[in-house]
T-cell receptor, first 117, second 113 residues
Framework: AQKVTQAQTEISVVEKEDVTLDCVYE???????LFWYKQPPSGELVFLIRRNSFDEQNEISGRYSWNFQKSTSSFNFTITASQVVDSAVYFCALSEAPHRGTYKYIFGTGTRLKVLA | ETGVTQSPTHLIKTRGQQVTLRCSSQ?????VSWYQQALGQGPQFIFQYYREEENGRGNFPPRFSGLQFPNYSSELNVNALELDDSALYLC????????????FGPGTRLTVL
């Protein structure tokens, strides 16, 4: 069965510290897609990244980087030099290949990140 | 800005009532999905519509129903509201394939008293 686990419920860091948010997933499919979303207090889910199961290259986008490791079924997210504006709830999500025709996301329970000034 | 809008922003209803929530997808997006997000939880998949037909459903009872219209708008209807239906309801639009990113609207916060 599909499952996404974000074991860290809440993390607090001081501004400029680096922080890594963990995501572990379970799926029986060989083709799947992983996503990270940011949810600020306003509530809207903001798309950050999409990764397919055949692309294990790590990605860096500014202060954000992602480490995808199929061997450990993990897709971790690192924020370098955190800022107060990074404070939000971050969700990892999994979408399996459309062999059943339904393209739903399975979300983790989220990690609340608090960046203190 | 994702181009996905939802209305209303907030809604208060009493137990047993019915509610309709609305979503306007990005132009050209054939798929709309609805999610329920309870406080402190991740979004839970309710159902999905593709070109005006239901394309999949999560573990929600039949009193949750939906419609999708040709103009990229959609509705989520909930009958016989229960207290546990209080949540943030999110709609997401995508082109239609699993690899396509879903873009979420700002949500409708429903409170059932």
């Amino acid at each position: 069965a599909q499952k996404v686990t974000q074991a860290q419920t809440e993390i607090s860091v001081v501004e400029k510290e680096d922080v890594t948010l963990d995501c572990v997933y379970e799926t029986r499919d060989t083709t799947y897609y992983l996503f990270w979303y940011k949810q600020p207090p306003s509530g809207e889910l903001v798309f950050l990244i999409r990764r397919n199961s055949f692309d294990e290259q790590n990605e860096i986008s500014g202060r954000y980087s992602w480490n995808f490791q199929k061997s450990t079924s993990s897709f971790n997210f690192t924020i370098t030099a955190s800022q107060v504006v990074d404070s939000a709830v971050y969700f990892c999500a999994l979408s399996e290949a459309p062999h059943r025709g339904t393209y739903k996301y399975i979300f983790g329970t989220g990690t609340r990140l608090k960046v203190l000034a | 800005e994702t181009g996905v809008t939802q209305s209303p922003t907030h809604l208060i209803k009493t137990r047993g009532q019915q509610v309709t929530l609305r979503c306007s997808s990005q132009s050209g997006h054939n798929t709309v999905s609805w999610y329920q997000q309870a406080l402190g939880q991740g979004p839970q998949f309710i159902f999905q519509y593709y070109r005006e037909e239901e394309n999949g459903r999560g573990n929600f009872p039949p009193r949750f129903s939906g419609l999708q219209f040709p103009n990229y708008s959609s509705e989520l209807n909930v009958n016989a509201l229960e207290l546990d239906d209080s949540a943030l309801y999110l709609c997401a639009s995508s082109l239609g394939l699993a690899e396509d990113t879903q873009y979420f609207g700002p949500g409708t916060r429903l409170t059932v008293l």
